[in-house]
């Protein structure tokens, strides 16, 4: 295979597999039809591969793709969304070793980039508390 486009959320155990057995090279995708795209769509984000996610590629990838999102009722009271966002943010460390796709959260991207639903106000409550909004 000379070239491909693979849509997947990073690390990926099929990019790991392959950039361990063959040479492979992460390539930089970015310019005016991605910056169109992140801008004519809102659940698209520019994104980053960190460089040494996978052999081969020891500098960092530009790239778009989509963040997940957790999403709830606007029926679930404040207190209760406001208990667990709080919950995750002042554990922010912690949560981020959950998973090796938490890895490079940041907390004010993860707050503004690619928002597929309106803020709940419980959460907002907690962001302004930071200072992030």
Known sequence: IEAMIYTVGHPAAAVTEAASSCDVELVSVSGAPINK????????????????????????????????????????PDKVVYTVVKAVFDNFADFKKLHPAFRNLDEKQMISDGLSAPLHAGAVKYYNERGWM
């Open 37 to 76: 795209l992140v801008a004519d769509n809102s659940f698209y984000r520019v994104a980053t591969i960190p460089g040494g996610m996978y052999a081969g590629s020891p500098n960092d990838t530009r790239t778009f793709g989509v963040g997940a999102t957790v999403i709830t009722s606007a029926d679930v």
